[in-house]
């Protein structure tokens, strides 16, 4: 019983079916561990984690400068940008907006750069549903190459205080 | 063998035989009703949520439901669980080691602890000094006396498990048992020692965050708060979940009469636990900046996977051992005779085995798939994750420890309990509740619908955001199943608390077979 003290020799190798279960699982276990790795270089969708250490103050001077070089358009008062294919793209995150609003083009690479000047922060992108942490004194780096064309909401799923659900921005692929 | 009991200070279980220490039995009864006193609190605060999270009845003001979500995981997963779990250690080191508790002014001073801290946290949370939810993210901050109850919780708990490594010492010391230690304390062993290096990272991120919040401490990295603090918090996990196989082996024996096949498989999948578990806590931080990819696939794949392979050994062994003592008994018709014939009646076996089935499908199947790093770009911070730990945290170890009760309270409180066809029936609401509440999540999840978010329709945001009709569906579904978990959860509290306070008295008698 599992309450008692097992009687002395209880310790032996596994036999029959639950030997089989065991050596099931491990060779499951190994195909996983060696997936991870392999779909992280085969399907190259994946952060590679690339992140620099920057000040809130920092970060809002080269955004500051990201919008006054590139600025296309404006949309409810907010600054639509456009970067250079190839370049670096900045959005920033504040209680309780996401700034500015960024214009991609389709299949073009860009190095995008998120951080927070505040609290933490959750950069959501729907419909497609990618989700990457946002904080302050991270820069955050995503090479990203927009598929598809179209309008994409960014919202906040970090609680980031009483106004956490109002944090939405937009960004725009053509 | 001779017992190290003090004369007066034992008693031999009116139904099993074993001794019971008379000062564990006081402690183990204190923890309880503590730990349903928690769960009641969350359970309330639970009902809350799951009606504001359904958009049709949208209950909570946004202010109100940050608190009541930081009470909730406060009280549930930390209080009513840890609670509860010092009071498992109590029994299995002195009723299965037929041993004495070691210390009762440390198990005063661990209930002390864990009772204060564990108040003066609600306290705070409600008169809305610290809507920081429970993970507590740096730089928010929230008033010092927040992180001063964690600490004081955590301090206590440490307390009582030093009370059980102790425990067993002096039985060891005085010999009251011979061989090797049961395998229900072998696994609480390892329940133990997990716990002492969680709360040891406990203290390394909580005792410089109370500083920060003092304004001791200038700053505090979030990012390495993110790192120390799933430490903590993953690692914690696995306390549970080593607890709550502990207590599938207890209940299987006590309702089944099962006994392990091979006790060296379930010893070395419990050292699995202890060895890989701390490392597999970066499946928390896979969309983080700060850590690179290469540290993040290391850490997530092999050191989970062979978690994962002690969880898959217990799901066979322990299903297993039911099944031949089952065939044993004669319930040997075709390939599932045995389960058919099982006590389903018995809440007990069915809160087990039900825990079993949600834990093993549901919980490990999810838990799996979103710690994959491709996946969880697609699944952070979305009710996925709420959706996949409602199926370890609730549906398996909670249920667990519910099956737990019906035991506890007619051996240890020595009550009966009134209501027995209701009884039976809770297991099954409870599972059931919270089976769907946990799909709705995970499906509104898979279309990006948030945790932790008061508004999905994004009412007055600078730019309109939302879901389609589908995801509000599946937002239903979370209502409608967190309503029937409410239920079996307020079921079972009104239950055992009538049974404790006033049930009949089953001293000197075997407790009414279920
Ligand atoms: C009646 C049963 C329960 C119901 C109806 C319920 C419902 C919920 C709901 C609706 C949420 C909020 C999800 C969100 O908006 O992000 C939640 C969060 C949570 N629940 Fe439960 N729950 C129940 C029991 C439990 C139990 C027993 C535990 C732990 C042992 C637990 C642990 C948690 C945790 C840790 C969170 C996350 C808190 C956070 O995001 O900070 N729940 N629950
Ligand atoms: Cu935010
Ligand atoms: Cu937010």
Known sequence: MSIDCPPPGWFRAPGGAERAWVGLALAWCVVMTIMMPFWHFRGKQNSTGESYAVTPAQFAERVGKFVDAHQVGEDEGWPVVEPPPGGDAYLQAQMWSWYPILKLRKGQTYRLHMSSMDLQHGFALLPLNMNFQVMPGYDHVLTITPTQTGEFQVICNEFCGIG???MT????VE | MPGNHLPGLVRACDTTGLPVCLDAQRFIRLHAVMAVVFLLIGGVAAILLGLTRWPAVHLLPADWYYRVLTLHGLNMLIFWILSLEIGILYFAGTTLLNSRLASTKLAWACFGLMGAGGALANVIVMIGKGDVLMTSYVPLMAHPLFYLAIILVAVGALIGVINYFATIYIARRDQTYEGSVPLVVFGATAAAIIAVFTLLHGAVVMVPTFLWSLGLVKTIDPGWYRL??????????QINVCAMVSVWYLLATLTTGAKPLNQAVC????VFYILFINIASAHHLLV??????????????????????????HGFTVPASVEVAMRRKGHDKGLFGWLAAAPWKNPGFSAFFLSLVIFGFGGGITGVTLGTQQINILAHNTLRIPGHFHMTVVGG??????GLCYYLVPLLFQREFHLRGLARVQPYLFAGGVTFMAMGMSFAGSYGVPRRHWDVDFTGATFPAGFDASAHLMLGVLGVGAVLSFLGLALFIGLTVAAVFTGRSNRGAPMAAW
């Open chain 2, 267 to 270: 010893r070395a999948a419990f």
């Open chain 1, 164 to 166: 956490h659900h109002l």
């Open chain 2, 397 to 402: 170890t909670t249920l667990a420890f519910m």
């Open chain 1, 169 to 172: 921005g937009k960004l725009l």
């Open chain 2, 288 to 313: 983080d900046p700060g850590v690179s990819a290469t540290w993040k696939i290391w850490n997530t794949s092999y050191a989970m996977y062979l978690a994962v392979l002690a969880s898959m050994i």
């Open chain 2, 228 to 237: 120390v603090w799933w430490g903590l918090g993953h690692a914690s996990q």
